[in-house]
């Protein structure tokens, strides 16, 4: 009963194709999250959306593009990934957005070649 | 702009020795702190929270405003601690009710048996 899922588990692509990692929880949370953890560990937020509605949008490069078809799905796609996109990307959710702990999902690494 | 900072990499201690996990950060306005873990294969996870001000698995953290520091200890290392440690910062995001949580880098903690 996986509470926070992220699929793929790992993507290796090649530099300027497009990629989409879909993210789902079924924990009835209104707010979801995806965080990019670099390869020195920082792990640090991307986006936020409340029940459909984006409410973070950090200085992230617009080949970046979130989409919520719905509250349980955030799903992240990238166009004309580079080497640096490189990366674990984790998504998260919480039971509202004022609430303070996160629950995450388990990461997919995206290695760009 | 806030910041949290984790110095040490990694940490060994033996089995049985007093264990602290430092944590300092930046913020300008009233910070709210939490530790959150990440063991071998599993997600990353809330650990504790400075209001709650409890002891979780063992593990203690009182926020010291003047050294803004939040560090986490534990008197007694166990081998099922190893793990990765993340401090987190929590701040209001653009005053729309919502919340974005800053991470330190982590520190790895190995306990040697």
């Known amino acids: ?113 | 702009a806030q910041r949290v900072t984790q110095p040490e990499k990694l940490l060994s201690v033996f089995k049985g020795a007093p264990v602290e996990l430092k944590c300092n950060y930046s913020y300008s306005g009233s910070p709210e702190l939490f530790w959150y873990v990440q063991y071998s294969r599993q997600r990353l996870q809330l650990l504790l929270r400075h209001i709650s001000r409890e002891s979780i698995k063992g593990f203690t953290a009182d926020l010291n405003k003047g050294e803004t520091s939040f560090h986490l200890k534990k008197p007694f290392a166990q081998e099922e601690d190893s793990a990765m440690y993340y401090c987190a910062l929590r701040i209001i995001y653009s005053g729309a009710g919502s919340y974005q949580l800053t991470f330190g880098k982590g520190t790895k903690l190995s306990v040697i048996p």
């Open chain 1, 1 to 113: 009963d996986t509470a926070v899922s992220q699929t793929p588990k790992y993507l290796v692509t090649q530099m300027g194709n497009d990629k989409s990692i879909k993210c789902e929880q079924n924990l009835g949370h209104d707010t979801m999250y995806w965080y990019k953890q670099d390869s020195k560990k920082f792990l640090k937020i991307m986006f936020s959306y409340n029940n459909k509605e984006l409410i973070i949008n950090e200085t992230v490069p617009n080949r970046f593009s979130p989409k919520s078809p719905d509250k349980a799905h955030l799903n992240l796609h990238i166009n004309s990934l580079e080497l640096g996109d490189s990366a674990v990307y984790f998504c998260a959710s919480s039971l509202t957005r004022a609430s303070y702990e996160q629950y995450f999902g388990p990461g997919t690494r995206l290695t760009v070649t």
